[in-house]
T-cell receptor, first 117, second 112 residues
Framework: GAGVSQSPRYKVAKRGQDVALRCDPI?????LFWYQQALGQGPEFLTY????????KSGLPSDRFFAERPEGSVSTLKIQRTQQEDSAVYLC???????????????FGPGTRLTVL | AQSVSQHNHHVILSEAASLELGCNYS??????LFWYVQYPGQHLQLLLK??????LVKGIKGFEAEFIKSKFSFNLRKPSVQWSDTAEYFC??????????FGAGTILRVKS
């Protein structure tokens, strides 16, 4: 497709349930990012892939959060044993880095709104 | 640590009024700065960006921003806003690695 797509767009989970959020980046984009946006806040970085390699996972809030991109294209963010504080919009962004990544623009998807009851 | 501060969380303007949204950043490395916009029901879109060179950057839809290094600021401006500019605006700095560090956002409502 022309842009970054994410699915599902909305997810309601019961506390303790596992969820999986999918991101389809723009075709050919090497870099992929996940961000978490709580209500009334700006997006906060979770993790970053270059191709299939996860180069930075410093923003993942706990070991319940796990992300993968096994073939260097589609990525999945998995949250185990969801808690109410996990409720947020999860954004995916992709970019094709130029000049070693200095001038890359990140293109964002529509996000997945996760509500944990 | 990198951080971005946006001064106003909510701004209400009448059409044709001038706009200035404040943004201050904290980052010790080479500065790459961005303004993103999120229109109601839409995803984040890039409005403009600064990497180097002319500190006055022009973006889409008549927006511009000025990078003032001495003030660690990157304020967004538009001389005359339209009802269609109603949106949430986010300032961001590229942090260590390639991640973006965002401010909390400013919700702009333009009254017609």
């Amino acid at each position: 497709g022309a842009g970054v797509s994410q699915s599902p767009r909305y997810k309601v989970a019961k506390r303790g349930q596992d969820v999986a959020l999918r991101c389809d980046p723009i075709s050919g984009h090497v870099s992929l990012f996940w961000y978490q946006q709580a209500l009334g806040q700006g997006p906060e970085f979770l993790t970053y892939f270059q191709n299939e390699a996860q180069l930075d996972k410093s923003g993942l809030p706990s070991d319940r959060f796990f992300a993968e991109r096994p073939e260097g294209s589609v990525s999945t963010l998995k949250i185990q044993r969801t808690q109410q504080e996990d409720s947020a919009v999860y954004l995916c962004a992709s970019s094709f880095p130029l000049y070693g990544g200095v001038r890359n623009e990140q293109f964002f998807g529509p996000g997945t709104r996760l509500t944990v009851l | 640590a990198q951080s971005v501060s946006q001064h106003n969380h909510h701004v209400i303007l009448s059409e044709a009024a001038s706009l200035e949204l404040g943004c201050n950043y904290s980052y010790g490395g080479t500065v790459n700065l961005f303004w993103y916009v999120q229109y109601p029901g839409q995803h984040l879109q890039l409005l403009l960006k600064y990497f180097s060179g002319d500190p006055l950057v022009k973006g889409i839809k008549g927006f511009e921003a000025e990078f003032i290094k001495s003030k660690f600021s990157f304020n967004l401006r538009k001389p005359s806003v339209q009802w269609s500019d109603t949106a949430e605006y986010f300032c961001a700095v590229k942090g260590y690695g390639n991640k973006l560090v965002f401010g909390a956002g400013t919700i702009l409502r333009v009254k017609s």
